[in-house]
């Protein structure tokens, strides 16, 4: 058998992992953008598991996972199932953003209703009231602005 009969896989194979083990020596969050849009740029789906473990990130490093784990369409599902069942918030925050974003209705909920109690949390913290909380949830409705 000749050992060239299937070289662009183990090409996305090695990309992969040279690109993993790239995110070992990045500095700041710019490098990190580069090294995962070069991630999705492979479209290996092996890319997934990858973008999957920096979704306990924040800012552009979790931006950018985000919306490359979008790409993968129902590739992405598997991991961010698994990152939706995690300990850890931002992972599963994160997870079901991808999730929302590939049409998920249950992870849609979730996430208005994360940003329900967060922002509860922050009103409490600035000390308005319920009241004020529910005069704000009053002016909320399912239909799109209308503009005139």
């Not at 992992?17 to 479209?43: F, H, K, M, N, P």
């Not at 973008?51 to 129902?74: K, M, N, R, W």
């Not at 997870?95 to 329900?116: P, Y």
């Not at 319920?130 to 209308?146: G, K, R, S, Y």
Request: aromatic share 6%.
């Amino acid at each position: 058998m000749n050992s060239n009969q299937n070289p662009p896989t183990v090409t996305f194979i090695s990309l992969v992992a040279a690109l993993e083990g790239r995110l070992q020596d990045c500095i700041g969050s710019e490098d990190y953008v580069v090294v995962i849009r070069a991630l999705v740029a492979t479209g290996d789906p092996a890319a997934v598991r990858v973008l999957a473990s920096l979704l306990d990130s924040t800012g552009p490093i979790a931006e950018e996972s985000i919306a490359g784990l979008v790409t993968f369409g129902e590739a992405a599902i598997p991991a961010m199932r698994e990152c939706v069942d995690s300990l850890d918030y931002e992972m599963i925050r994160h997870g079901h953003r991808v999730l929302a974003a590939l049409g998920d209705d249950a992870s849609k909920q979730w996430l208005r209703e994360d940003d329900d109690e967060r922002i509860a949390a922050y009103l409490e913290r600035k000390g308005f009231s319920d009241v004020a909380w529910e005069a704000l949830n009053a002016n909320e409705t399912d239909e799109p602005n209308e503009v005139a």
